[in-house]
């Protein structure tokens, strides 16, 4: 039975190479420049044109707890005293505070401060 290595020679094993050669080799590699973006627009069309949908979701068909309801107001300087409130409401409840925010143009901690001052001022 014959081996598929018998017809190498020794000749042809290959020789480890110096330090400084290898610093020859890699001197003589050069770097590439970055690598063009693809065309979405472009690969959309293409998409659609072969019969391919999209898999990303349209913002109405996200649920309400993911879509965008308002912009937060950019935040202030904080204060030193102050505490964390983390609470877990349904999507309805937060689309609501954050339109209540969004409409009276306040902060959550100002809109909280708000709705705290009519919930006292109603209950006196």
Known sequence: MSDFLDGLKQD???????????????????PTGPKPRPNVELSDAMAVRNGFSSREPT????????????????????QLDRKQLS????PELYADFLAYADRKRLTYSEAIQDLLYLAKSVGS
Do not use: K, N
């Open 87 to 90: 609470v877990y409401m349904t």
């Open 59 to 78: 913002s109405s068909e996200l649920p309400l707890s993911f879509q965008r309801v308002g912009r937060r107001r950019t935040a202030r300087p904080t």
């Open 12 to 30: 042809d094993e290959e020789q480890p190479t110096s330090d400084s050669s290898l610093r020859a080799i890699a001197s003589t590699i050069r």
